[in-house]
């Protein structure tokens, strides 16, 4: 027989057994669906995840005061350490110049942090202030302003204040040149940063110099932080080794458990993150697998009853001059066009899942969406068929093996 010829027997075969086939077909359609729909979200998040992480900068390594093995664990391997302080000890200027020699380095620069209330047209809220060094910050920062400008090394009293501040923290919007009012110290605007700013809208950069001033518990030459810029992503890793030996001799630390510093690298992050997404993806993509599991014992069942059905039929088609081999196509085609029929049907209904998936879980996690990969429809599609043919290769089997007497008897 020709293919034509198997195709158009398992197709009437699959008329025929309209309600037993259909019921078949919805657990492949549930199974491809709830894949793909899974998947689909998944893939939205993790584009959204990497547009955000393209605006990080990687080169970036962060020293913080403070260290327990356990945080160190959490970022993978040793040295990157981060969160949770153990010890009062501080970061200072001698810090900074124990790194300045080591070639890989392009900038550092310590940085205070702080909370203060901030005055401006009568009004008053208490707000992030952030100290850096503005000879270097300007290289060491992805920021950008919407208006105005940087920090410029000559600069004491001024700031570059977030977009939220700008716009949303007060009732009358800050505007470039602007005055605030810090601790009863009036402080110019000299730069507004645009709203892409990750974390950045609430936050107000100063000079270090003048952040000293202003914050309560601040100390000149203590800093809360240390950052520093490896002169490309590729030395990273290396670096961060580095800064840890160079810190250890420098701060007269001989065990590990005697560490009082934390380093983390944002190359690190990155990938930890990353990685997260793609395991998390995998893992309810494979739990929702399972039902494709469900559907192909539905298509081994249905195939096998199918069989059972046509014994008398098998027997005639024998009889006539079917061979066993045509008998094993006509039952494997149909087998494949229930799965063909529900993979088709679980494409649509996962394109609908993972736009509602999207939808409720909001352009901030999802990116906006980015609907479902033409490639994972197809494979979606294949996944589906393989499972009908590998379900109905036992009962197709059976039935190709049966002998055109005991068929044609059979009640």
Known sequence: MRNSTYLKMGLNMLLHSKLRSWLTIIGIVIGVGSVIGIVSLGDA??????????????????????????????????????????????LTDDDIDALQGLDSVQYIAGEISGSEEVKYTGETATLSITGVDPQVWKYMTTLETQSGRLLEPADKYVAVIGS???????????????????NNKSVRVVGILTEEGMGDDSNIYMPIDGAVDLI????????????????????VDGLTEDIEKRLMVSRHIIQEDDRDFSLTASKSMAESVTEMMSSMTLFLGAIAAVSLLVGAVGIANTMFTSVLEKTKEIGTMKAIGAKNRDILMIFLFNSAMVGLVGGILG??????VSSGLQ???????????SGVRISLMFEGLALAVMIGVIS??????RASKLKPVDALRYE
Not at 47 to 58: C, R, V, Y
Request: aromatic content about 4%; glycine content about 14%; cysteine-free.
């Open 45 to 90: 998040m993790q584009a959204s995840i990497q547009s955000e992480l393209a605006e990080m900068d990687l080169t970036k390594i962060t020293i913080s005061p403070g260290y327990t093995k356990a945080s160190s664990n959490m970022h993978g391997p040793p040295g990157m350490g981060g969160g949770g302080t153990s010890t009062d000890a501080e």
């Open 164 to 182: 939220g501040i700008a716009s949303e923290t007060y009732d009358h919007d800050i505007g470039v040149n602007q005055v605030i009012t810090v």
């Open 216 to 235: 309560e518990d601040a100390q000149e030459d203590v800093y809360d932080s240390i950052t520093v810029k490896a002169k490309s992503e590729d030395l």
């Open 347 to 352: 494409v649509i209904l996962g394109s609908f």
């Open 359 to 369: 939808a409720m879980m909001g352009s901030d996690m999802t990116g906006g969406g």
């Open 392 to 397: 109905g290769v036992v009962p197709a089997y």
